[in-house]
Structure formats: structure tokens, C-alpha cells
């Protein structure tokens, strides 16, 4: 009886590990590593990661929960990966029902981005030609804001037009904000004091050190992982319920 207790104690101890926040540096090496030795493709993570912010954005804001009768969601998209994802984001949400609209500050000259970029043309998706700096046009025209303009990659020191303006616009706006693995202006290490304060936050692969005390509602993307990455950098990622590509932290 004793043994079995001591071998309870012991099965309970390993799923109790913390989840694993990870720096800047831990997050590039692991998708390094999943691009040179796991052979992944960069189209494939980003279709992967897209798809699941789209399905993360379906639970946190059910059609049916909406506040406007058309379902329109703005997707602020930057010239780099995040910005690759939101437009993964942004077509999987059309194939949800949901009404995207996208935003493109800067277009990319990275063949994927375009190739992206066409895929939500193609699915008659609107852009925009430029955000209102008008607040209360953002507030009336969307249900909410997807924020997948600066990733963990961006150098938050030395963040250049046109997104410094952005910014301060979406400051601003009412309604709610998700943001895709780093909500944009924030570092990677530590939380913004001044920065956005997102409703939603949707990290990739595993959270950010940013990310600790987020005290919104918080998605994790990280399934396709292989067994032994998640063990060489000791992420202790939770259980996925079900077949579910995503979780609520």
C-alpha cells in the first residue's frame, strides 16, 4: 500500500512540473532546430501556427458572442513571420465564417508572405489602404483587433514607423485585442509596462517570459512539437485535451 501510495506521489509530482517559459534566444534555437534537423518547412509552421490562431480566436470569441451583427474581425498584419501567420490567421477565419479584414502597414518582399498574401486575395478577403486614426471608426467597424505585427524577433528598442502609430492607436481602441506569441511593442522577456494590453494572447510552441504573469485570457500552440524537443528544453507542456491543436493555459 505503501509503495503504490509512494508510486501516486511520484506520477503526481512529474505532471505538477511548471510549464516552461522560454527567452528569446530558447524560442529561436527551438525553431531552428525544428527547421535544420526535424526537417519542418517554414510554410508548414507558420500554416500550422495560423490555423491555430484562427481556431484560438473561434473559442475566445464564439460568432455567437459577438456584439455586431456582421462577424468582421481586423487582422494588423507585419512584413515578417507574425505577419505570416495572421494571414494564415486571417483565411482559416473566412473558412470559419468570420469576416477578416486585413491590414498591411508594409508589404513584404519574402516570397512566402506574397504567396500568403495572394491566398487571402484570392479568398476575396479586404484590405485596408490604411488604418483610421480615428478610434471610435476601429471600434464601430470590428468586432476585434488581431495583433500579429512585431513577433518575438522584433527589436523592440528601435521599433520604426509606421508601427510606433499603430500603437498608439490600438492603445486606444474599445474593443477587445488578440495577440499572436508576443503582443507587438512588448520584449520577449519581460511584460510591457506601457505597452498594449491584449484581451487575448495566443503563444506559439511554447510561452514567452513575457508572458508569466499575463493575466488575460491565454492560448497555447504547441501540439506538433516533437517528443523529444519538449524534453531536451524541459518545456513540460500540459495536456491538449481531446484532438485539439490549441489549450487554455
Known sequence: MDK???????AEAETIEPLRYLSKGEAAAIETELL????????????IWGQACAVAITKAFPLSSLAKKQPTVLVICGPDQNGSIGL????HLRMYEYEPTIYHPQRSSQSLHQDF???CEKMDIPSLSYLP???????????????????????TANIKEPYPG??????QVKIPIASVDVPSGWDVEEPSQDGI?????????????????????HFLAGRFLPYDIQKKYELNLPDYPGTD???EL
Open 4 to 10: 503504490m501510495n509512494h508510486s501516486s506521489a511520484e
Open 133 to 155: 486614426t480615428e478610434v471610435q471608426l476601429i471600434n464601430d467597424a470590428y468586432n476585434l483587433v488581431i495583433d500579429a505585427m512585431l513577433g518575438p524577433d522584433a527589436d
Open 197 to 217: 494590453n491584449p484581451d487575448v494572447l495566443i503563444s506559439l510552441t511554447a510561452p514567452k517570459k513575457c508572458a508569466i504573469r499575463f493575466s488575460g485570457k
Open 88 to 91: 494564415v490567421c486571417a483565411r
Open 117 to 119: 498574401t495572394v491566398q
Open 166 to 171: 499603430i500603437l498608439v492607436t490600438l492603445k
Open 36 to 47: 535544420r534537423d526535424y526537417r519542418f518547412g517554414q510554410q508548414q509552421l507558420i500554416e
Open 245 to 247: 491543436c490549441l489549450i
